[in-house]
């Protein structure tokens, strides 16, 4: 596995050359930024709003006067993501700026450069570091994961940025649509979206390779009819007529496939399970699982990190959060509102979410798992082990449970949901797919009816994290991985990685229990910048681990043999309160011998869930009960010398909400109580977790 270790242990302590500065206008400055450098950016745009995640992003490239221009700073992929044209330098702080209004101000700090991204002079979002390299940068390349012939882009475009299409009910919807040049007829990618980014280059490269392409509004956003954003019935019904017309706009085959990241994916599958006779092939990815699983709650515990979207789906137009001051505004009770805390005014979407605390009928009528019997074209779903793989998996589950379903192929990667670079480390030169060239190969086959094999290969690839490398199962769950339980064990005293607890294959055998205390005023944080909309990234919780007596933690031994895990992940806990309601949080983490603590997933249990999330039942202070613990799903490789680690709090926020243990509603009420919490592991209550384990 390639080394993951903290930013700090990866910068080269490389002294900086002291010349007169070689690029640009850098008055009297006397470092020289010349040379190669590695580009590191935060997921969070300013420090002190919670938590700062760097990651590496990219590179960047100064050359001397004599070159023509300045430099560049670039993704790891060879996009431009700063041309630099002049340097100015004053003290400490270096500016590098563009020809136009963007600039990143820097400060030297030894031999690292520290800075906002700025535009017009002003704060615009991330923030930079760049850390000088001792060798030239490689420019990062897709890896081929389904080699074979796809369609060329042998094309020319053209494009009309308005079209309009009435729906049953005549609400006119607007989309962008890109046509190729020819006389056809041609298959058609449909993307509904209730994002207002530029979709022009998609559709570019669609109708290059000879599919007209179709990005279509969704009611409330941009010009598209409607007052509100996010009514699921009516996403539905937009849905199936949004296929139909697609399928029958001139030059088309009547052959529809749907494609969309994230909530565009569910909007895929809203349509998708409406069954529209003209849909031929399903490709989203990163889609966004049933709304009780994944957003807005996790297991019907609510997700306040969403606030974010939400504010940005209340307007017409996608907007910034980079100045929103969630980190400190989730503090806030009630919870309910916490958008007008925010200044975002009243959200309708949040408001809905808020007024469904449990999994009533409203939730699980805009089910996709409830509704997926209906779906009738084949699948094929790309997400990433430290995305929000909720939904592809529990769809793959759902689907596959449907006696004669349609063909389903399931691509999990490395990735995050914006992308490989957002996971802290970096994984071979297999990490990074393009998830395009897979959409494209699916279509081929199901919108134009070449014979390419899709449809004949194995339908599950995962990466392997570890070996760093793809691999190809006949079926999902891999039928040869074995359940194995790791159960938790103390002496009364597993408070931090400095006390007692282990982890271990063998039952307990001790009669101890382990107590904290749990305070809503000072939540068990979980490591996550509030603006981002990444909830599941593999951050590092060493200092956590050692400082935060409000966590049990339980640490295995060294392993002498690689552990493979890949599949579903469970935890089964018994444990006592005195309050009437609370949380118990369980993360799984992998130590590195170097001691660092990276998470690999975890998961949640509302204590008044237990008997199901349809039904709420208040605890009896102090009776022991039984928790069953979803802990999502990886493919990864503990390596030898590596230490499994489980921790167990009462809360990881903001990721979840706080319980205010009072037993009221945890959205709108703004009193909370502290709870004292108990978890038992003895040979009547074997607090465990189950890892699948695949034989190497």
Known sequence: MTARLPLRRR?????????????????????????????????GSAPGSG???????????????????????????????????????RGDTLVLANAGNSAVQTVWHGDTLTGPLLSDGKPAGRRYRLVRRATPFVVEKPYALWPGAVSDSAFAVTEDTAVFMKTRDGARLVSYVARPV??????????????????????????????????????????????????????????????????????????????????????????????????????????????????????MVFSPINVAWACLMRARTLQRTDDLDIGTAMMHLPL????????????????????????????????VTTNIAKVKAPVLQIAGWYDDSRGPIDY?????????????????????????????????????????????RWFDHYLLGRDNGVDKEPPFDTFVFGDDAWRKEAAWPIARAVPTKWYLASGGA???????????TLPPRGAAADTFTYDPAKPTPYLIDS??????????????????????????????????????????????????????????????????AERVQDGVARARFRKGNDREVLLMPGQVEQYAIDLW??????????????????????????????????????????????????????SHVVLPTVPR
């Open 51 to 89: 938590f700062e995640g760097w990651r590496r992003m990219g590179f960047a490239h100064f050359a001397g006067h004599d070159s023509g221009f300045a430099g560049s700073i670039r993704r790891r992929t060879g996009e431009v993501m700063l041309d630099v044209t002049r340097l100015t330098a």
């Open 336 to 367: 309910s509102d916490l958008p007008q805390t925010l200044g975002c005014g009243r959200v309708p979407l949040w408001d809905r979410w808020i007024a469904h605390p449990t999994l009533d009928a409203y939730w699980r009528a805009h089910a």
């Open 182 to 299: 020819g006389a056809g007829p041609f298959g058609v990618v449909l993307q509904r979206t209730p994002y207002t980014r530029i979709l022009h280059a998609a559709g570019r490269w669609w109708a290059a390779r000879g599919y007209i392409f179709v990005a279509q509004h969704v009611r409330g956003r941009d010009i598209s009819d409607g007052n509100d954003f996010g009514d699921y019935d009516t996403d539905v019904r937009d849905g199936y007529d949004a296929v139909e017309w697609a399928a029958k706009l001139p030059g088309a085959n009547g052959r529809v496939g749907m494609i969309g990241h994230s909530d565009e994916g569910r909007l895929a599958w809203y349509a998708a399970v409406s069954a529209p006779p003209h849909l031929a092939a399903l490709a989203p990815s990163a889609a966004t699982g049933d709304p009780w699983r994944i957003v807005p709650y996790e297991d």
């Open 396 to 440: 793959t589950n759902a689907l596959q449970a449907v006696p004669g379903h349609p063909f389903i192929r399931l691509v999990m990667g490395p990735g995050a949901h914006k992308g490989v670079d957002y996971v802290a480390g970096e994984f071979g030169p297999q990490s990074r797919v393009e998830t395009r060239a897979l959409q494209l």
């Open 494 to 504: 597993a408070n931090t990685s400095g006390g007692d607890g282990v982890l271990d």
């Open 531 to 596: 603006r981002e909309l990444e909830t599941s990234l593999n951050e590092d919780f060493t200092a956590l681990n050692a400082s935060r007596r409000d966590a049990l933690v339980f640490t295995s031994k060294p392993l002498t043999k690689p552990i493979e895990v890949t599949g579903q992940m469970a935890a089964t806990i018994w444990a006592a309160t005195d309050a009437k309601d609370t949380d118990w949080n369980v993360m799984l983490l992998d130590v590195f011998p170097d001691g660092h």
């Open 11 to 43: 910068v080269p302590r490389l002294a900086m050359l002291l010349a007169a500065c070689a690029v640009g206008a850098c008055g009297g400055a006397s470092r020289s930024v010349t040379g190669d450098w590695d580009v590191y950016v935060a997921l």
């Open 633 to 686: 799903f990886t493919s990864r490789v503990f390596e030898p010398g590596h230490r499994l680690r489980v921790s167990v709090s009462s809360a990881l926020f903001p990721k979840y909400d706080r319980n205010l243990n009072t037993g009221g509603n945890n959205e709108r009420d703004s009193t909370f109580v502290v709870a004292h919490q108990r978890l038992v592991h003895d040979a009547a209550h074997p």
